[in-house]
Antibody, heavy 118, light 108 residues
């Protein structure tokens, strides 16, 4: 049974960084791409990028280039998304979601709420 | 980047009625790499349709997807109470994987 369990809610000040984790179980972690998607309050979905857990390759949306870093630790089947130089408009729910073969983002984590406030 | 435009923004229907949601891409999606997701309030999105017309595992057959090129449709043949939610299309043919802005299906 596939599970993606994310870390808990965070409150950060503007200019700080946040690192969200996503622990995978129930499948071969290194076999599937992991994506990160965010959703501001009351807004739509925004794709941030992916990481290939097998080798650490990444592909980021230009919108977050220079501020986002996606990493993984294969020994504990966990993916991470770090966002730096936080602004108030980075306040959002952050989701991890895996691809599976030809299925895009077929399984999602429960989400991590990041609040940026002074 | 590919822009996806969904219409209508809100669909007001009664249980048992048919829902037709549209997603238009700013350029042709080769291979029909278009997915539909359902999101209920306070929950993570759920994959419904991939490859424009293939249902994901466990998705009821009242959900169907169609289309190719730039025009895609999600149809819910008879709305059940649990189908009242927000629906997003997403293209995954190229990076960034853009989403449409969403269509809310609400109870009339």
């Amino acid at each position: 049974q596939v599970h993606l369990v994310q870390s808990g809610a965070e409150v950060k000040k503007p200019g700080a960084s946040v690192k969200v984790s996503c622990k995978a179980s129930g499948y071969t972690f290194t076999g599937q791409y992991m994506h990160w998607v965010r959703q501001a309050p009351g807004q739509g979905l925004e794709w941030m990028g992916w990481i290939r857990p097998s080798n650490g390759d990444t592909n980021y949306s230009q919108r977050f280039q220079g501020r986002v870093t996606m990493t993984r630790d294969t020994s504990i089947s966990t993916a991470y998304m770090e966002l730096s130089r936080l602004r108030s408009d980075d306040t959002a729910m952050y989701y991890c979601a895996r691809d599976y073969r030809e299925l895009p983002q077929d399984f999602w984590g429960q989400g991590t709420l990041v609040t940026v406030s002074s | 980047e590919i822009v996806l435009t969904q219409s209508p923004g809100t669909l007001s229907l009664s249980p048992g009625e048919r829902a037709t949601l549209s997603c238009r891409a700013s350029q042709s999606l080769s291979g029909s790499y278009l997915a539909w997701y359902q999101q209920n309030l306070g929950q993570a999105p759920r994959l419904l349709i991939y490859g424009a017309s293939s249902r994901a595992t466990g998705v009821p057959d009242r959900f169907s997807g169609s289309g190719s090129g730039t025009d895609f449709t999600l149809t819910i043949s008879r709305l059940e109470p649990e189908d009242f939610a927000v629906y997003y299309c997403q293209q995954y043919v190229t990076s960034p994987r853009t989403f449409g802005q969403g269509t809310k299906v609400e109870i009339k």
